[in-house]
């Protein structure tokens, strides 16, 4: 996915939330084995200096330089804010091990320890939107954008910022399709990237075992969890899928089949606003 400013986004990435830093080396080999070249991690996350540490052995093990592998971070609701922001990107780019990161983002509208209508928050994000656009301007971030950001918060960072989001990563399948959002960033040239495709970590997730999902996975011979990422990549999201599993890791980046429209229609026909994250809407 070629991004606003020209820089090149890995349609799939591997996903690290959950991701504990004791596996990460053995899960990092499967999807740099697998085609991996992109990997999402987050300052709330707790695994950034376990996966710089695995990078450290594994890219030359698999014959890769930095260049040749995407990471996207992210800054924490607590390190909201122009100061903190800059000391959160630092210890990011240390706890990578590296001198730039692909795509920072900030995690989350607002800041930590503040009530949802606390008028602080726009003022933080706006400080640490400031902060981002310095370090982009400086070479340390190569993309910039938010995540969990709905209309009212984009709208707002567009009247105030000089450079205008490359990325929004939301919560998007087949359950919580977000299509006005969508549609706004698509107006506006912010890249979509869809989060907790498979019904995020649960014992039992409902998206894959929905029986419609279930049927498109027999009619095209391929797993729930390919069909629901192939749903999205086919509307041109990227995807984060996350798992603790090497089967499930290369299964995952096994897309190269098609849903056709029939296929697509019976998918997208199951929109009913049921979400697994967290509702970002109430932050003022
Ligand atoms: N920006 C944000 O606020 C935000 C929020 C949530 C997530 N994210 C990012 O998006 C990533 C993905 O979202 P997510 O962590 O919510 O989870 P997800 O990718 O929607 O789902 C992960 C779950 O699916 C299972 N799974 C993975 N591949 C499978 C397969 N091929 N067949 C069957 N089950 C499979 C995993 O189990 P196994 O581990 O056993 O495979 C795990 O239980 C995160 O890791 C993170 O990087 C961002």
Redesign the pocket.
């Known amino acids: 996915m070629l991004l606003s400013n020209a820089v090149r986004l890995p349609k799939v990435?591997?996903?690290?939330?959950?991701?504990a830093g004791k596996n990460m080396e053995e899960l990092l080999d499967a999807a740099l084995d697998a085609g991996y070249r992109s990997i999402?991690?987050?300052e709330g996350?707790r695994n950034e200096a376990a996966i710089g540490a695995a990078l450290a052995r594994l890219l030359p093990a698999h014959g890769l330089t930095r260049p040749e592998v995407f990471l996207t971070s992210?800054l924490a609701p607590r390190s909201q804010g122009y100061e903190s922001c800059l000391k959160a990107v630092a210890a990011s780019l240390d706890a990578l091990q590296t001198s730039y990161i692909d795509l920072y983002?900030i995690?989350?509208p607002g800041a930590a320890g503040l009530d949802p209508a606390d008028p602080r928050h726009a003022e933080l994000r706006a400080g640490s939107w400031r902060a981002l656009e310095h370090l982009l301007a400086a070479g340390t971030l190569r993309a910039i954008g938010v995540?969990?950001y709905g209309r009212a918060h984009l709208r707002q960072l567009l009247d105030i910022c000089s450079t205008a989001p490359h990325v929004n990563?939301?919560?998007c399948?087949p359950y919580y399709q977000q299509k006005e959002l969508r549609e706004f960033c698509g107006k506006n040239s912010i890249h979509v990237q869809a989060?907790?495709?498979?019904?995020?970590?649960?014992e039992k997730?409902p998206?894959?075992v929905d029986p419609a999902v279930q049927e498109v996975a027999k009619e095209v011979n391929k797993?729930?969890?390919?069909v629901l990422l192939k749903w999205a990549l086919q509307q041109s999201l990227s995807v984060?899928?996350?798992?603790?599993?090497p089967?499930?890791?290369r299964?995952?980046m096994q897309l190269e089949f098609a849903l056709d429209d029939r296929q697509m229609s019976l998918l997208s026909a199951l929109d009913r606003n049921t979400k697994?994250?967290?509702d970002p809407q109430g932050v003022v």
């Not at 989060?195 to 649960?202: A, D, E, P």
């Not at 984060?240 to 599993?245: D, G, L, Q």
Request: aromatic share 14%.
């Open positions: 990435s591997y996903g690290t939330y959950k991701v999402d991690t987050a996350y992210k983002l995690h989350w995540s969990n990563q939301v919560e399948h989060y907790s495709s498979l019904g995020t970590t649960v997730s998206l894959l797993s729930p969890a390919q984060i899928p996350k798992s603790n599993n089967r499930h890791i299964e995952n697994f994250a967290w």
